[in-house]
């Protein structure tokens, strides 16, 4: 079945570009909508945007002004680029398949410190 | 944006009885709505989604309910391994999608 991994830095310091990549393996980007998803420590959850196989893009409107997601078809790939962070964008980030998000990534902690 | 308000924060049952969450939109969201169960150290994953229609390789005993406003996921005969973080999540009126607060279940 599809699975996906994040990957990148886990420690980002501020004002600096938060930078990750999903890895979507057992199955093809081709027809779906592809997510970034963060909990905070708190474990409050917020949906941060999707791309979808045609390179279409949606963004929370909180996080758009600073929020790239793209996509690489050819790698089964997508990624996420938050430009300017600060500490409130530390959390564990997590990639997910489709609008009922379905399956979800195990995860990556970014941390966000000098 | 569509705010979600989960109820209880927490509850603690006994295994073998029935558990009902509550997740309340503050407006409508026909049945746009989905519930996640979340483990310790583990992403979230799909149970439910259209408000009651169960995610493949969900068992029979998560069952949801609920339209416009109001919505329960049930969870009958409660085992110790059900103990989790239950987060439901809206997809009607978007950008942003949202997440209610979460409520934890425990099973004692």
């Known amino acids: ?114 | 944006e569509i705010v979600l308000r989960q109820s209880p924060a927490t509850l603690s049952l006994s295994p073998g009885e029935t558990a009902t969450l509550s997740c309340r939109a503050s407006q409508s969201v026909s049945t746009d709505l989905a519930w996640y169960q979340q483990k310790p150290g583990q992403a979230p994953r799909l149970l439910i989604y259209d408000a009651s229609s169960r995610a493949t390789g969900v068992p029979a005993k998560f069952s949801g309910r609920g339209s416009g406003t109001d919505f329960a996921l049930i969870i009958s005969s409660l085992e110790p391994e059900d103990s989790a973080v239950y987060y439901c999540h809206q997809r009607s009126n978007w950008p942003p999608y949202t997440f209610g607060q979460g409520t934890k279940l425990e099973i004692k």
């Open chain 1, 1 to 114: 079945q599809v699975q996906l991994q994040e990957s990148g830095p886990g420690l980002v310091k501020p004002s600096e570009t938060l930078s990750l990549t999903c890895t979507v393996s057992g199955g093809s980007i081709s027809g779906y909508y592809w997510n970034w998803i963060r909990q905070f420590p708190g474990k409050r959850l917020e949906w941060i945007g999707y791309v979808y196989y045609t390179g279409t893009t949606n963004y929370n409107p909180s996080l758009k002004s600073r929020l790239t997601i793209s996509l690489d078809i050819s790698r089964n790939q997508f990624s996420l680029k938050l430009r300017s962070v600060t500490a409130a964008d530390t959390a564990v980030y997590y990639c997910a398949r489709d609008f009922w998000f379905d399956p979800w990534g195990q995860g990556t902690l970014v941390t966000v410190s000098s």
